[in-house]
């Protein structure tokens, strides 16, 4: 057994730490979108692989029997080419994903289908915008120049393509503490996210609906059917291996 694994998020991490307890050989993989990912406690690689066709060229060339996709939720291309890839030779694949976050009382949330639809949901008047959607999909936000958009994001940012926007920069998970005194501190008005599930990112919706604000939230983009686990401990089974480590 050989696994590759394809990180990126904070389940990622904790499926390193399973893998390395559980003696199992394994490769992590980041793509390399941070300057300085986190440290893992498997041997690393960091960068694309060239498409599903590179893909399968590595897990061939590499020996890999089964692929675990920790990435983010919306990292579609990625899962899309991890699906094709394994497909074609015939590796095991499952994926490690978290639960989608379903709203509750008190939220004010509005659905939307992509980043686009999201920015054409911002309102005509001036507002400030907490913009919790990483620094991908900006662009969507320039054709409406008139907001003040706040942004969280782990590197600084070489430009941005938003007049009147300020980024900070720091690493989650972030407590609700944390958030309540961000968006305070900002005069936050409404707040676009991602539906990315989990808990380390759920703190800036539990803000939101503790100062009352309303939430643009972008639905999951479709990724083709494949298994799915929301636990690490899960994967292990799935791998064949017992799940009593206490991850």
Do not use: S
């Given at each position: 057994m050989r696994i590759l694994l394809l990180g990126g998020t904070t389940e990622a991490s904790r499926m390193a730490r399973a893998l390395a307890e559980a003696g199992l050989a394994a490769l992590f993989s980041y793509a390399g979108r941070t300057a300085a990912p986190v440290a893992q406690p498997l041997p690393m690689r960091v960068g694309g692989f060239g498409g599903a066709e590179g893909l399968a060229a590595f897990l061939r060339a590499e020996g890999i029997s089964h692929v675990i996709d920790a990435t983010h939720p919306f990292a579609a291309q990625m899962s899309r080419n991890a699906t094709l890839a394994c497909a074609e030779t015939r590796t095991a694949l499952i994926a490690l994903e978290r639960a989608p976050?379903?709203?509750?009382?008190?939220?004010?949330w509005?659905?939307?289908h992509d980043i686009t639809a999201a920015a054409r949901a911002l309102p005509e008047a001036q507002t400030r915008v907490f913009l919790a959607i990483g620094r991908q999909h900006l662009q969507a936000f320039a054709d409406?120049?008139?907001?003040?958009?706040?942004?969280?994001?782990?590197?600084p940012p070489q430009a941005l393509p938003l007049p009147q926007a300020q980024a900070v920069i720091a690493r989650g998970p972030?407590?609700?503490?944390?958030?309540l005194a961000l968006m305070r501190d900002h005069g936050t008005r409404i707040v676009v996210a991602k539906n990315a599930g989990g808990e380390g990112a759920?703190?800036?919706?539990?803000a939101?609906?503790?100062l009352g604000l309303p939430v643009i939230l972008i639905d999951r983009p479709e990724i083709p059917d494949?298994?799915?686990?929301?636990?690490p401990a899960a994967v292990l089974r799935w791998l064949g291996h017992p799940a009593n480590l206490g991850v």
């Open positions: 976050w379903r709203a509750g009382p008190g939220d004010q509005r659905h939307v409406h120049p008139q907001h003040h958009y706040l942004l969280r994001l782990v590197d972030f407590t609700l503490q944390d958030d759920r703190a800036k919706l539990d939101a609906r503790a494949r298994p799915r686990a929301e636990t």
